[in-house]
C-alpha cells in the first residue's frame, strides 16, 4: 500500500491523545470500610471489573478512530509506490527502446546473421541501464517477445547475442505491431523501435494498411546488408496433387523457377525425383525472369508417395527444392443409393452413373461401386464409404440421414441427384441440413436460339477442380449437353454455385457440411430429362466430381515453414533431423516429417517447404517504412494532452480513504453509544 498525501501519517501520533486523557483523568478510589455494605463486597468487585472492560475498549476505539482519521487524510492507494507514482502506472525511464530482429530465411545469406547480432548490439549499448528501458522482439514467420521490455538488460544481451535467423517468412508488420504494444509499457521521454532486417519487400506487401504505430513512437531502421550475393536462381513456387486415386492417368507436377540476376541464365538443371524415378530437364531464363517446369507422374502406389524437385548448382539452401507429399487412394469407395430400384433392375440414371465409374475391363477405374435400393438402404452400408450418391431419392429413414450427416462430418462427400420421382417436399424435410438447397418445382427447358429444345450449361466456374480440365481445348464442351427438364431450387444461400442453366438458374451447387461437401446437380441424369449421359464429356463429369468429394477425407499433406503440423494426442512428429519436434511448436526446416503413432510405426508424412517469397532479394526503403508507420508530428500533443488528462484524473483506487473514513465514522457511533451505557463513577 502507498499514499498519495504521506506526510499526513504524522497525524498518527494524535491516537495517543485518548490514551493520555484516559490515564490522566481516571478516577482515584480511595477505599472505606462501611460495616452496613459488607454484604455487597463481591458485587461491587464485577461492576468495577466491567467498568474497567468498557473504558478499555472506548480507550481502543477512540484510538483507533484518531488513527484512521489520519490515514484517511494520507490518501491510500494500493499497489507499489513506483507503480502508482507516475504515467499511468507505467515503467519510469528516460528512453525506452524496442530491439525488433529479422530471422527470417532470406537473413541466412552470407554475412547477414553477423551484421544482424553487431546492429541489435550496438542499438543495446548506446542505452544506460538502470536510466533506460530495453526489449527485444524476434520475427519471422511470427512475431516473438524474447526479452520484456525491463531496465536491466541481462535477458536482452543474452537474446541478441543468440540471434540467429531461421527458415520461417517475414512477417514484418506483426513484430511492428507488438514492438509498438511492449513500448507503451514505458513513461519516457523517449520511446523508439529500432527495426534490424534486410527490408525484403514480400514481407512488407502484406501489410495491413490502416496499422500505425501509436503517437510519439518514434521508428529507427538499420538495414541489414549482406556480404554474399543473392542465389542467382531459386524454386519460388510449387504444386503437386495433395490426393490422387490409383489409375493410369500422370499426374503433373509443377515447379515455377525465378532468376533474379541481370544476367540471362541457360541450361538451369531441374530434376524430378519420386520413389525409384529420376527425371531432369533444363530451363533457359531470361534476366529478371520467372519459368515453370512440369514433370508428370503416375501415383500408382497406395499410401504417401513423396518427392521433390530440386535445382542444381547457384541456388541456395532451401531456395534450390520443392518438397511435396501426395497420398494416394487405392480405390474410392462409393455407395449408389437408387430410388427408383426394383429387384434387381436399376433405374435407367443409376445405370448410366454405374458405367460412367465402370466403364469397361480396358479402363482402370478408381471407383468401387455399389448398388442398393433407396427401400434397401441401412446406415451400415454407409461405415465405409467416401461418397455416397442419392439418384432419384425423396428421402431415406431417419437413421441413413444421421449416418450421411456422419459420412460428412468426418470429410465425406453427399451427391444428390434429383429426378421425377423425387417429391420436393419430402426432399426438403428429410436433407434440410445436409443438401446444399432446397427444391421448388420442375422446370421444362426453353427453345434454344441455336435450334433444339432444352436448356443449356453456360456459365461454369471453370476454376473449380471438377471443372478445370474442361477449360482446355479439345477437353469437351459441357454446353453440348441439352436438358428438357431440371429443378428450380431455393435457399441457396449458403452455398457455391459452380455451374447455372442459360437462363441464369442455378444447375451445379456446392456446400460445405462439417468437413465434407455435398453437392446437387439440378437435373437428373436420365434420358427423358437431358442427353447429357449421351455426351463425352458425362463420364469425365462424373469421375472429377466423384474424386473432388472423396479427397476431402484426406488431410493436408503440405505445409510452409512456421506452421504447426497436425497430429494426434498419442503421436509424435519427426523432423528431417530425426528429432522429435514438440505437438504445438511451429516445423523450422523444410523437407519430410513423419508422425508415428506410440508403437512407433508411421502413421503419416508431411512435406514441409521454406516460402518461395524469401528468395527474392527486392527490398523496400527505409524512408517508406518510416512514412507508413509513424503518426504525424501533430498528433503527438493530443496524445500529450491525453496522457496529462488521464494523470489529472482521479484513479479508482483513490476511493480508498472513502471506506477508511467511514470506518473512523462507525467507530465513533460505536463509542458514543458505548460511552453513553458506561458508568462514569
Not at 465514522?665 to 453509544?673: D, K, P, R, T
Amino acid at each position: 500500500m502507498s499514499f498519495l498525501s504521506p506526510f499526513f501519517l504524522v497525524a498518527l501520533a494524535g491516537a495517543a491523545a485518548p490514551i493520555l486523557i484516559h490515564l490522566l483523568t481516571r478516577d482515584r478510589i480511595r477505599k472505606v470500610a462501611f460495616s452496613t455494605l459488607r454484604f455487597f463486597v463481591r458485587t461491587s468487585g464485577r461492576v468495577l471489573r466491567r467498568k474497567r472492560i468498557q473504558e478499555m475498549i472506548l480507550m481502543a476505539m477512540r484510538a483507533l478512530a484518531c488513527a484512521l482519521l489520519a490515514v484517511a487524510f494520507a490518501r491510500p492507494l494500493l499497489g507499489r509506490p513506483e507503480e502508482k507514482d507516475k504515467g499511468l502506472g507505467l515503467m519510469q525511464a528516460r528512453t525506452a527502446r524496442v530491439i525488433v530482429a529479422d530471422l527470417s530465411a532470406s537473413m541466412r545469406r552470407n554475412g547477414a546473421p553477423d551484421a544482424l547480432r553487431e546492429a541489435a548490439q550496438e542499438a543495446l549499448n548506446s542505452l544506460d541501464e538502470g536510466t533506460d528501458a530495453a526489449g527485444v522482439v524476434t520475427f519471422s514467420t511470427g512475431a516473438e517477445l524474447v526479452a520484456p521490455l525491463g531496465k536491466t538488460f541481462a535477458q536482452a544481451r543474452d537474446a541478441v547475442k543468440t540471434l540467429a535467423p531461421g527458415r520461417g517468412g517475414t512477417n514484418l508488420v506483426e513484430a511492428l505491431r507488438l514492438a509498438d504494444s511492449e513500448v507503451q509499457k514505458a513513461d519516457a521521454v523517449s520511446r523508439e523501435i529500432v527495426l534490424v532486417s534486410d527490408l525484403q519487400e514480400a514481407g512488407w506487401k502484406d501489410r495491413d494498411g490502416e496499422f500505425h504505430l501509436s503517437p510519439g513512437v518514434k521508428l529507427l531502421v538499420k538495414p541489414v546488408v549482406p556480404a554474399g550475393a543473392q542465389s542467382a536462381v531459386a524454386i519460388v513456387a510449387g504444386n503437386a496433387p495433395v490426393t490422387s486415386v490409383i489409375d493410369r492417368e500422370p499426374q503433373a507436377v509443377r515447379v515455377q523457377v525465378a532468376n533474379y540476376s541481370t544476367e540471362p541464365r541457360e541450361d538451369v538443371e531441374v530434376t524430378f525425383r519420386a520413389g525409384q524415378k529420376t527425371e531432369t530437364r533444363k530451363l533457359t531464363l531470361r534476366p529478371a525472369s520467372v519459368g515453370s517446369v512440369t514433370f508428370r507422374h503416375v501415383f500408382d502406389t497406395p499410401g504417401d508417395v513423396w518427392g521433390a524437385v530440386q535445382l542444381g548448382g547457384g541456388a541456395a539452401a532451401g531456395d534450390g527444392a520443392f518438397h511435396f507429399n501426395t497420398r494416394v487412394i487405392p480405390r474410392i469407395k462409393v455407395v449408389l443409393i437408387d430410388g427408383v430400384r426394383t429387384g434387381e433392375r436399376l433405374s435407367d440414371a443409376a445405370f448410366y452413373l454405374q458405367t460412367a465409374m465402370t466403364p469397361g475391363d480396358d479402363v482402370a477405374s478408381p471407383f468401387e461401386c455399389r448398388v442398393i435400393g433407396a427401400t434397401q438402404a441401412s446406415p451400415g452400408d454407409l461405415s465405409d464409404a467416401r461418397v455416397v450418391m442419392l439418384c432419384n431419392v425423396s428421402e431415406l429413414p431417419p437413421p441413413v440421414v444421421r449416418a450421411l450427416g456422419d459420412l460428412l462430418a468426418r470429410g465425406g462427400g453427399v451427391w444428390f441427384l434429383p429426378g421425377g420421382r423425387v417429391d420436393a417436399q419430402a426432399f426438403n424435410r428429410a436433407f434440410a441440413e445436409l443438401a446444399p438447397c432446397k427444391l421448388r418445382r420442375v422446370l421444362a427447358g426453353r427453345a434454344m436460339a441455336t435450334g433444339g429444345v432444352g436448356a443449356v450449361l453456360a456459365r461454369i466456374d471453370f476454376q473449380h477442380p471438377i471443372f478445370e480440365v474442361f477449360s482446355h481445348p479439345r477437353h469437351g464442351d459441357l454446353s453440348l449437353a441439352k436438358f428438357a427438364r431440371y429443378w428450380e431450387v431455393t435457399d441457396s444461400q449458403l452455398s457455391q454455385v459452380l455451374v447455372k442453366f442459360d437462363d441464369n438458374r442455378p444447375a451445379v451447387l456446392s456446400r460445405q457440411v462439417g468437413q465434407g461437401v455435398s453437392m446437387l446437380l439440378a437435373a437428373c441424369p436420365d434420358k427423358s430429362w437431358s442427353d447429357f449421359p449421351l455426351q463425352t464429356t458425362f463420364l469425365p463429369y462424373v469421375w472429377q466430381t466423384l474424386e473432388f468429394l472423396a479427397a476431402r477425407t484426406e488431410q493436408r499433406t503440405s505445409f510452409t515453414v512456421g506452421d504447426v503440423l497436425p497430429a494426434g494426442t498419442d503421436e509424435r512428429i519427426v523432423d528431417p533431423q530425426g528429432k522429435d519436434v514438440p505437438r504445438d511448436q511451429p516445423a523450422l526446416l523444410p523437407g519430410f516429417y513423419v508422425v508415428r503413432d506410440a508403437d512407433g510405426k508411421d502413421v503419416r508424412r508431411y512435406a514441409v517447404n521454406c516460402d518461395g517469397r524469401e528468395s527474392d532479394p527486392t527490398t523496400v526503403a527505409p524512408d517508406e517504412i518510416v512514412a507508413a508507420l509513424e503518426q504525424p508530428a501533430d498528433k503527438d500533443a493530443d496524445q500529450a494532452a491525453r496522457v496529462a488528462d488521464a494523470k489529472a484524473a482521479p484513479r479508482e483506487d483513490q476511493g480508498l480513504w472513502w471506506y477508511v473514513l467511514a470506518t473512523c465514522l462507525a467507530l465513533l457511533v460505536g463509542e458514543l453509544l458505548l460511552g453513553n451505557k458506561t458508568t462514569r463513577h
